[in-house]
Each structure stands twice: as C-alpha cells, then as structure tokens.
C-alpha cells in the first residue's frame, strides 16, 4: 500500500490560505433537519422529476458497472483494533499543499443545473464552505470563471472534455490556469459516448450531437505530452482503469492519477472501481496522488479507499442528492454527515488519523446487497416521522 501522505506540493500554483475549518461536532454541526444521508436522499427523490433522477442512479445499458462499484466496496469488511486512545480523531487532510477538512473533492458532474440553480457555483461554494476540494465539469454552467468567482478560496480544479483542437484545448488551460484553478484535469475514458438506456428508452437524449465530440475520440498519449510540456499547472488524468495506463501516465509527466469508470456511465461490465484501485496503487508505487470515485457513498466507503491507498475519494451522485434535496445547505449538510460517519468509522478501527490507516484494517468478505446504486442505504424504505 502507498504510505499515507504521499501528496506533491506545487511551487509553481500560487494559493491564498483558506481559513481554517473545524471537524464537525454537536457544537458545529449546521441547524439543519437532515440527520442521516437516506433522508436526504428521499428529500432529493420528491422533488426531481424522472428524467433528472434517472440521471442520478442511471448508468450505460445493463448498468453492470454501477452495481460492480457498489459490490466492489460491500464487499470489503474492517478488521478493528481495540484499546486505543482514539479522544482525538483527526480525519483532515492536504492535498496539492491545500488543507482538506475531509480527503474528499466534488467530482466533476455535467448538468448540475438540474439540481441547484447555481449549478456549479453552489457545488463550489459548499466545497469552500466546508473545506473540501471542488473538480468542475467544462460541461457545467455557470463556466470556469464564473465559478472561480463563487468560490475563491476553494481548492479548485478543472476537468475538460475535449471538443476541439490543440488550440482549442491550450485556450481552456489557461483560462483555468488565469481564473487560479491549482490543477487541470483529462477525462481519458470518452473516446465514444455511451448508450444510458434509461434515457434512450424515455428519448430523455442529453449530449446528441455535441460539435466537436470527434476530438475526444482522437486524443491520444501525445496530446497528453504536448500539454505537460507547455503548462506549469499540474496534470490529472481521469478515467485511468489499469496499472499498464497508471504506469504510461507517470511516464508521460502526469502529476495525479484520477480512477474512475465514469460512476458506471461509460464501458458497460467493467471493474469496480475498488477493485481496480490495488493495481493502480501498486503500479504508481507513491509517485503520484491517487484520486478515485465510483460508488462512494458512505463514510465508510472513504476510509476504504485511503486505506487502499487512495490520496482523495471523488462524490458525484451523492453531490447531486445533496444540491437536489436543498441547494448549496443541502450539500454542506450532507459532507458533514459524511464526517460523522468517517470520523466514528476511524475511531472504532482503534485509529486517530490517515497516518495510522492501512491495508491491514481490511478484509475480503461477501456482500450482503447484490449491489444496486443506491444499495447503501438499505433504510430508504424506512417510515420515519416527518423531517422537513
């Protein structure tokens, strides 16, 4: 497993130094009626329309993928250590020099617009808010500046799907680079789009006739050579599923390693992503950050990762359940129920911080759900009183 830490700093990216953010506690905690992750989850499910929840759980044709990325983490089991003094739980983190409140970053999602009317910009701002990272989708309105503008003391990076040329990309880099994004980002698993049947079969079509989509399928090693050797702002590649892709990465000056199969979105009966994640662990051997997303739910699904070797855990689905059931509230609630959860997961593995966390706090065990996308939270059924 990578050690713990292993984060470059960048002396190149000129940042200011965000406030400090305390942990969660009763003391800290936002007034809010949200009290567990399922509630929200209801919350968000009433007040979208079909197309835009279809668009939340949905994945590509059988939707295998989906359901492997959730049976991939139900089916690893915690080996705790006991009598520890585990009083202080520190689950803070840095990343690219930038202190985390939590080794979480909002993944890129496209659309946001469906769930909070600032789309983006009220991702961005509760990232800020609460003291985690923030990836924005060029396929995201407000745009890169606008939300640069929202949220300017995030730790903010820009993730591009290429729909133009080698002109066309070096224009986006260094609008990222202008508005003080600290990190840019390739999303290498779109060469063809997929087909998501759930909305096929509605004709709900989200991305016909993108112009400029062909580019996309061109982009190849030397594109990637070619942007590290004209940008000082370091590389994230997104998609990577192989240790033979993490290896080509590091040999082509790629800073940050980012595993994902798209949430399930893209290549239908692929890997789970953490099972994917040793490989890459093994093959990038501490020499890069690790990002991963693709079924990250719960707390305990962002203590897997790390102690798998993961450096960040990526939230897509759950970013759009947390802005769909109450804006830009909405998601902060839900990050600090996320620490909640992390924070009692550590201190019951007999734990204090990331330092202490390896692979030997995990184990192979059966599922207990046959895996579905929201297979984390089997208590939506759950009558309770009213919470709004």
Known sequence: MAARGIVAIYATIRVQ??????????????????????????????????????????????????RRNRLALDSIAFRPRVLRDVSRIDASTKFLGRPLRLPVVLAPVGGLEHFATEAGGAAAKAAEEFGIAHMLSSVCLPGLEAVAQAA?????????????????????????????????CLTVDTAFYSRRERDLAKRNIRRDNVPGREFQARLDWNDVARLKAKFALPLILKGVATAEDAKLALEHGVDIIYVSNHGGRQLDHGRGAMDILPEIVAAVG????????????????????????????????????????DGQ????????????????????????????????????????????????????????????
């Open 286 to 325: 501490g020499r890069a950050p690790i990002i991963i997303d693709g079924g990250f739910n719960r707390g305990t699904d962002i203590v897997k990762a790390l102690a798998a070797g993961a450096d960040l855990v990526g939230i897509g689905r759950m970013q759009c359940v947390g802005l769909a059931a």
């Open 17 to 66: 130094e965000p406030r400090a953010h305390q942990p969660c506690d009763e003391a800290t905690m936002t007034v809010s009626p949200f009290l567990t992750l399922h509630e929200l989850i209801k919350k968000a499910r009433q007040k979208l329309n079909h197309d835009n929840w279809d668009y939340i759980v949905g994945g590509a044709e059988t939707e295998t993928t989906v």
């Open 152 to 184: 300017p003391e995030a730790l903010r990076m820009y993730q591009l799907y290429v729909h133009g040329d080698a002109g066309w990309v070096d224009a986006m880099a260094e609008r990222a680079l202008a508005a003080g994004y600290a990190a840019f």
């Open 329 to 388: 509230p909405g998601l902060v609630r839900l990050l600090e129920i996320l620490e909640q959860e992390v924070r009692t997961c550590l201190g019951l593995l007999g734990v204090t911080c990331w330092s202490e966390l390896d692979g030997s706090y995990l184990h192979p065990a059966p599922a207990v759900d046959p895996g579905h996308t929201l297979g984390a939270f089997p208590l939506l059924t759950l009558e309770e009183k009213s919470f709004y």
